[in-house]
């Protein structure tokens, strides 16, 4: 490493820096270990899906997959930013869910009805469930609306 990039990095990291990131770590961890999922053992975690959706590949990053009591799955997406303001913001953002629940119903051959979704905002120690989730068909015609609008 250079002398430039060592000064670089002492500036970008300095103690308080440090500080106040570890504090943000242990506000994070504290929180997810009050969250329903503190106990619990994800059945897939990290999991890459990749769906085709008509002509076109979206790739679903799962960060948890919970087994819940009544052998339903649920997907968990952590969140550490700030969780949506309203119902509308919210609603924009399942488009993410709606992805997921169909690449992991799909890749485990599991009745779609059978996977629910929800974001867990870590750093707000708040968890979100959108009211709606898009069909196959939604996501197909969401997407061919973005398509065209390129």
Same mark, same amino acid.
């Given at each position: #490493?250079? $002398?430039?990039?060592?000064? /670089? *990095?002492?500036?970008? /990291?300095?103690?308080?820096?440090?500080?106040?990131?570890?504090?943000?770590?242990?506000? /994070?961890? !504290?929180?997810? @270990?009050?969250?329903? *999922? @503190?106990?619990?053992?994800?059945?897939?975690? %990290?999991? %890459? #899906?990749?769906?085709?959706?008509?002509?076109? #590949?979206f790739i679903c990053?799962?960060? @948890?997959?919970?087994?819940? $009591?009544? +052998?339903?799955?649920? #997907?968990? $997406? *952590?969140?550490? +930013?700030?969780?949506?303001?309203?119902?509308?913001?919210?609603?924009?953002?399942?488009?993410?869910?709606?992805?997921?629940?169909? !690449?992991?119903?799909?890749?485990?051959?599991?009745?779609?009805?059978?996977?629910?979704?929800?974001?867990?905002?870590?750093? %707000?120690?708040?968890?979100?469930?959108?009211?709606?989730?898009?069909?196959?068909?939604?996501?197909?015609?969401? *997407?061919?609306?973005?398509? @065209?609008?390129?």
């Amino acid at each position: #490493i250079s $002398d430039e990039s060592e000064r /670089l *990095w002492a500036r970008e /990291l300095n103690s308080g820096d440090l500080a106040q990131h570890q504090a943000t770590v242990e506000e /994070l961890q !504290a929180n997810f @270990a009050s969250s329903r *999922w @503190a106990n619990k053992v994800a059945v897939e975690a %990290e999991t %890459e #899906i990749q769906l085709a959706v008509g002509q076109n #590949i979206f790739i679903c990053k799962l960060d @948890a997959v919970f087994l819940n $009591d009544d +052998g339903s799955l649920e #997907i968990v $997406d *952590w969140k550490t +930013g700030a969780a949506p303001a309203d119902e509308a913001e919210l609603g924009e953002r399942a488009l993410q869910l709606s992805l997921y629940r169909l !690449a992991f119903a799909t890749l485990r051959q599991i009745p779609l009805e059978k996977v629910s979704a929800c974001f867990y905002y870590v750093s %707000e120690d708040r968890e979100m469930v959108p009211s709606d989730f898009l069909t196959l068909d939604q996501l197909k015609e969401r *997407w061919s609306k973005v398509a @065209a609008a390129n």
